[in-house]
């Protein structure tokens, strides 16, 4: 774990949703906002320590803003790739039990 967040840090995660359900990960609603989010904070990080730590302008602060916008943003895209989840589960749940209910009204005929 690092105290700030890195691609590092979301990488790992993104790459096993997108490699294992790649439906989810298209349908997912405001997935471009996400993304351009992200990395626009991952591109202010040096930006940020640049200030803070070799001109002497910026102060932890701007750290604290970084990390707590990055990981809400994350926070929101898992999120909405939850609920896609969860709607797909209960889809499919609900068509094990029409064909359930199919099997048992031609079982009983």
Do not use: H
């Not at 320590?49 to 990390?67: C, E, K, P």
């Not at 809400?72 to 790739?81: H, N, R, S």
């Amino acid at each position: 774990l690092s105290p700030y967040p890195t691609l590092a840090d979301v990488s790992f995660y993104l790459t096993l949703a997108f490699l294992v359900y790649p439906k989810y990960m298209t349908s997912v609603r405001g997935g471009f906002i996400y993304v351009y989010f992200s990395f626009g904070m991952l591109f202010l990080g040096p930006v940020f320590y640049f200030s803070w730590t070799v001109s002497g302008t910026g102060n932890a602060n701007f750290f604290y803003f970084l990390t707590l916008a990055f990981n809400a943003c994350q926070v929101m895209f898992l999120g909405q790739f939850l609920t896609q989840g969860m709607a797909d589960a209960k889809l499919r749940l609900d068509e094990m039990e029409k064909e359930a209910a199919l099997a048992v009204a031609k079982k009983e005929d």
